[in-house]
């Protein structure tokens, strides 16, 4: 009956084991299926065209150095743990009179002394040092968001070089285009007998500098590229292109001069300080001694007795209050003091700057797309018109020519530019990144002029 009742519950018992085996290999199976498929979904973001909205979402999830940050603070909450444990006590375990000469040779005239000690900190010690832990986990928070801040800035700033290295390559594109069809023009003027030969071979050259222009352009389109996927631990990028709008701005730039009070680099400071006056708060408790209680049981072989031994040990602060401690703590938690206010200085000083550089880059946008690069367009049309008839010389057309280009090259150069000082704006204010390029997510920007 005993062996049946054993055997039907082996059975039973080893039915719940499988049961239970078959749902951990699921539970694992679904585990590895789900960080697969994330990881995919996370691989196709990378690839074709991105926005920037998904730029600095991956740049967020994936960039080595918040990464980094991330840890120091998983390590300032442990360290604010151990700052609050109390100290372990002491075992000692003391024989004496044993093992010596004449009636103490043996153990038979011998104390045998087993003690604990534990030290208690006075002056509420523990619990300051553990606030100046918890102070110091609150500091590695804000490491992080100002690490956060740069790593979006460093962002949007690397996508917009791409937008303006994407632009800057089409406009190469069009240059070899035109050069190609001017020395077509050219050719036919040196066949008709209008022009000597040597400005075809002007024209020529012309032609081969405008592809080496746009050789370089492709050439800075893949490092500009690669610094933005880098941005995320790709060494390589992966995506295809950059979408987004780079010519459309606002009418005005920013009307209200934006203030630091969500700047997590000043408000680290208040934090600073609050830790600075948590040290010398420890340092003051130093001056309060600590005891140290011990007691225990003493066993005495020559009587045949058992006793029990207790004391205290109180430090006497007659010298050493900690005085220089003390000192030193006040001296920088004045030194903080001072440090915060150059570091609003400069940074009052950097955001009017960030401020005025906007304002120039907008009025510098504004003209050259109003006045700068119509003229050099009249001009280069106006001129190269007028070579077919022989109104001006060849050098006239290379030279309008070149002018056109550059003009059109120095529009880019001035979008990216304003983008990327509203982008320091925004880092110095704290603000998101989402605003700022509104015109960079829809894509419907005007076309190049």
Known sequence: MHAFGFHVCGKSLVKKMKRVLTTGVCLVLSFFISAISWAEEQQKALTGSITL?????????QNPDLQAFSYEVRAREAEA????????PTLNVLVENAVGSGNFNGFDQSETTVQLSQRLELGDKRNLRRS???????IAGWDYEVQRLEVLARASKAFVHVLKAQQKVSLSGEGVQLARKFLNAVSERVTAGKVPAIEKIKAQVALANMRMEKERAGQELENTRRKLSVLWGNAEPQFDSAQGDLFLIPDKPLLELTTLSSNPSLSKWSTALAHRQAELDIENSKAVPDLTLSGGY???????????????TVPLNWFNRNQGGIAKARHRLSKAEEEKKAAALRMQEALLQAHSE???SHAKVISIKSEVLPGAKKAFDAISEGYRFGKFGLLDVLDSQKTFFQVQSQYLDALAN???????????TGAGFSVQHKSLENGKGESQP
Do not use: C, M, P, W
């Open 132 to 138: 100046s832990a918890n102070i110091l986990k609150e």
């Open 418 to 428: 304003y983008h990327n000082a509203v982008t320091d704006v925004k880092r110095l």
């Open 53 to 61: 909205t998904q730029a600095l979402q991956i740049a967020l999830l």
């Open 81 to 88: 743990l151990q700052a609050g444990l109390v100290s372990n």
């Open 298 to 312: 003493r066993r005495l072989e020559q009587t045949d007795d058992n006793a029990l031994v207790f004391g205290v």
């Open 358 to 360: 906007v304002s120039f």
